[in-house]
Structure formats: structure tokens, C-alpha cells
């Protein structure tokens, strides 16, 4: 898109591209996203930018009304396998907050300056800054949503010290943390106990086909570990997260009627994390919306896939059909490996159970290392030692034609599982799986149009 574009976008207050860009406008000194309900500005006032870390660092603070902070990612960051979109996945997972911009690089296999210099240059932004806007946004939802003391706020969020927090805090929302915790209402908060939960409304674009996620879950759901109560239309999802800092449990409501149907511009989940360490919020929130594939954009797969005379039927009758990722990529390996009676079995064999079960869920599905020393045989066993050793890298930042790789170098792992792997596991949007005929005009959503085939019986 052209800055011409951009700023029609904005005329129209076209909500498909919320999180895609930011405007902001020098006369007021406020950033938005392109929803945003306010006057439209003048075209001479207005500045693009591709991230909301690159507008903080030009001066603007976030808008008070559209809450820019808090649009659905953009979706580029799933297609792009080079070093910037894994860069951003890895920002997102939280790994600048553990281990710094040299422990990024490191997984990157970069030097820390290419790094900076590669995201500085295409947007506008480094990964420090990239890393204090994420932090601000974790930092503004636990301030509005729990009674957390604004102390344990401030390094739960990822800050180093409390006086970074109230600046940086300052700096994106031009209030204080005291102000910014006024601005929402009491009874919206909640009570700062691990057992009450944090709520969240995970934002996505477009029609969002939730019951075909739903489904999906419902099917796979390991006992102890996952958990889909209610019916369909009104259903939860549960379970347990083993995190950086401490272990979780989440509960994701199904919503029924507009984000499952039709072309609404946009919606949420709603959804409660139950953290042991308030510091994994960041990383929790992040594997959810790979999980349910909240950061996809619906118009953009919709308008390729409904070119097709064979997916034009299949598209019309389910927009905004999503690609499932995975809350935790390692399990979802073993998982796609062994089914759901081996997972099953490998969860009351060796899986760790919570401190504090919840209801049905018990335990948290077993580490690679654990695994690779119960069962250190067969496919299995060499599975997980190289998930363990780390031969076999999955996390957000993969290189996936790597990954790819070194996974069918494993004994007895085939073909069509290495494809699930990489669909859900690395998020890849563009996978053919093995004996399926799909061609490469359905570039670069070919993950979504095995979807459709699946959705439509036509694959199993």
C-alpha cells in the first residue's frame, strides 16, 4: 500500500487493516489505528507507520479512544520466513524480555547491529523499542484489569526498574500508571490472587469461523491437559501452559453469531489466563493467538482462495475460516506424532501434575526431555532428544525450511506428519501436505485452503 491508500483507509475507518499500520498526526501528537472513530485529520498532518513501537519512538502517544495498542498483530508476520518476521515472532514471544537483544540474535543467527539494523530500517523501530511497546501494552492491561500493586505491575510487565515503567508509561498513554488504572472501572478489575484470573478480549480482523476451531480442539483434547465444555456456539476451551517463569491455565469462550459468520470487520475472544507469575502474560497471550490464529487477515486469504473455481463455493460458504497453530509447538510435535490415545497415555505416564489442579485439568503434558529419557526408542525417542538438545528448534522464530529438514532427517518420522509440524507448530501458512493436490495459485495460503477441503469432507 501506498501512503494515498493508507490515508483512504483512514477516511473509511477500514478496519481491516487495523494492526496492518498506524497513522499518526502531527497537529495532536496521537497515534491510531486506522478504525479509529475520531474526525479524520488532514492528509498534510497525518504520518504512517508500520509499527506502534515505530510511532512512540517519532513522539506520538497512543490514542485514548481506538486504543492502538491493542489491534490484532498484523498478519505478515506469519507468511514472512526471513529474519524480520521471525524477529517479530520472537518480540512477541517475549524472548528480547528474558534474554535480550543478543539472546534474539543469537536465534536468529545474526549479529545483535544486523539485527537492529534490518528492523530499524523496514520499521522504523529496533527490537528494544519493538520489545517497550509490547511491554506498555502488558503493562496497561494489568493496570485495568487486576489489583495488582503498580510495583509488581511494573517488572510482571518486563520492566527493568519502576522508574522505566512510569516513564515509559507516561511517554505511550501521557498519564501516569495511577491514571491509567482510574480510567477503567472498578468492578472491571479484579482481585490480585493467581485463582481469580486475568480477563482479556483477544482482538482479531475479520469474520472469525470460531466453531471449525472449536471443533478441531474439541476432537484433539488430551484429558488433563485440555478440556471443551458447553455446546456448540457457547463453548470453553481450557487448559493448562508451561511458561518461561511459572506454569498457566487458560479459559477462551467461543463466541456466537458475528465472528463466526458473514463479513463482520472485527471482533475478540474473551478469555482468562490463571498465571503463577504475572510475567508470563506477554508469552501466554501470544501462544493463544497462534493457537486460534488471531493475527490472520480473512480478506486478503479470502480474496486469493475465492479466485479459485474449485474454493470459490468453500470460501463463500465459510469466510474467515482460520488454520489452527499450536499453545505449545513441542507438544503439538509429539502430539502430531503419536495421536490422541498415545498423547493420552503419555500424559498420565509422565505428565506433571499442576500444584493446584483446575476441575478436569490435572497435569501438564510432558517436556522432550522427560520424554527422551522414559522412552528413548523408536521414532518417538529420537523425536524428542532432538527437540531436547535442540537438533529440532521450534519456537516462534524457526527457520521453517530448516526445521523442515532436519525433522525428516529423524528416523521413521513421514512426510505428511513433518507437514502438520510445520502448519500448526510454525505457523506456516502455505504448506501442501503430501499427496494432495494443491497447486500453487493458492500461494501463499495453501494451509487455509487444506482447510476449506478439510471443512468441505473432501480431505480427511
Known amino acids: 500500500m501506498d501512503e494515498d491508500t493508507r490515508y483512504e483507509a483512514v477516511r473509511s475507518r477500514d478496519a481491516r487493516f487495523d494492526g496492518e499500520f498506524f497513522f499518526a498526526v502531527e497537529t495532536t501528537g496521537i497515534y491510531c489505528r486506522p478504525s479509529c472513530p475520531a474526525v479524520t485529520p488532514k492528509r498534510r498532518n497525518v504520518r504512517f507507520f508500520a509499527t506502534a513501537a515505530a510511532a512512540q519512538g517519532s513522539g506520538f502517544r497512543a490514542c485514548r479512544r481506538c486504543r492502538p495498542d491493542a489491534a490484532p498483530g498484523s498478519a505478515e508476520w506469519n507468511v514472512r520466513a526471513d529474519v524480520v518476521g521471525r524477529a517479530m515472532r520472537l518480540i512477541g514471544d517475549g524472548v528480547v524480555d528474558r534474554e535480550g537483544v543478543a539472546g534474539l540474535a543469537g536465534r536468529l543467527g545474526y549479529s545483535p547491529r544486523q539485527v537492529q539494523r534490518q528492523l530499524t530500517g523496514e520499521l522504523g523501530a529496533g527490537p528494544v523499542a519493538l520489545a517497550r511497546a509490547q511491554r506498555a501494552h502488558t503493562a496497561r492491561v494489568l493496570l485495568q484489569t487486576t489489583d495488582l500493586p503498580i510495583t509488581e505491575i511494573a517488572f510482571a510487565a518486563g520492566f527493568a526498574s519502576v522508574r522505566q515503567f512510569n516513564d515509559t508509561i507516561r511517554t505511550v498513554y501521557a498519564r501516569t500508571p495511577s491514571e491509567l488504572r482510574r480510567t477503567a472501572a472498578r468492578a472491571s478489575r479484579r482481585p490480585a490472587t493467581p485463582t481469580a484470573g486475568i480477563p482479556l478480549r483477544l482482538a482479531h480482523r475479520g469474520p472469525y469461523r470460531s466453531g471449525a476451531v472449536f471443533d478441531l480442539l474439541q476432537a484433539e483434547a488430551v484429558p488433563g491437559v485440555e478440556d471443551v465444555s458447553g455446546t456448540p456456539g457457547r463453548r470453553t476451551y481450557r487448559r493448562t501452559l508451561r511458561l518461561p517463569h511459572g506454569t498457566g491455565i487458560v479459559a477462551l469462550d467461543e463466541r456466537p453469531g458475528g465472528t463466526g459468520h458473514g463479513t463482520h470487520p472485527g471482533g475478540w ?192
Do not use: M
Open 269 to 460: 475472544l474473551d478469555a482468562h489466563l490463571h498465571l503463577t507469575d504475572p510475567r508470563d502474560l506477554t508469552t501466554a497471550v501470544q501462544r493463544l493467538r497462534r493457537l486460534f490464529d488471531l493475527d490472520a487477515d480473512p480478506y486478503a486469504i479470502d480474496e486469493r482462495l475465492g479466485a479459485d473455481a474449485r474454493l470459490a463455493p468453500l470460501v463463500a460458504a465459510r469466510p474467515g475460516l482460520r488454520s489452527p497453530g499450536a499453545a505449545d509447538p513441542e507438544e503439538l510435535a509429539v502430539r502430531a506424532l503419536v495421536g490422541p490415545a498415545g498423547a493420552e497415555r503419555l500424559v498420565r505416564a509422565y505428565g506433571k501434575a499442576l500444584d493446584a489442579p483446575c476441575g478436569n485439568l490435572t497435569h501438564l503434558f510432558p517436556e522432550p526431555a522427560v520424554l527422551a529419557e522414559a522412552e528413548p526408542h523408536g521414532t518417538l525417542g529420537a523425536l524428542t532428544a532432538a527437540l531436547a538438545d535442540g537438533a529440532v528448534r521450534l519456537d516462534a522464530g524457526a527457520d521453517r525450511d530448516d526445521t523442515e529438514a532436519a525433522l525428516l532427517a529423524l528416523p521413521g518420522l513421514d512426510p505428511r506428519t513433518v507437514a502438520v509440524v510445520r502448519t500448526r507448530a510454525l505457523g506456516d501458512p502455505d504448506v501442501a501436505p503430501p499427496g494432495v493436490d494443491v497447486p500453487d495459485s493458492w500461494r501463499p495460503w495453501r494451509s487455509y485452503a487444506v482447510q476449506h477441503l478439510c471443512a468441505a469432507g473432501e480431505l480427511e
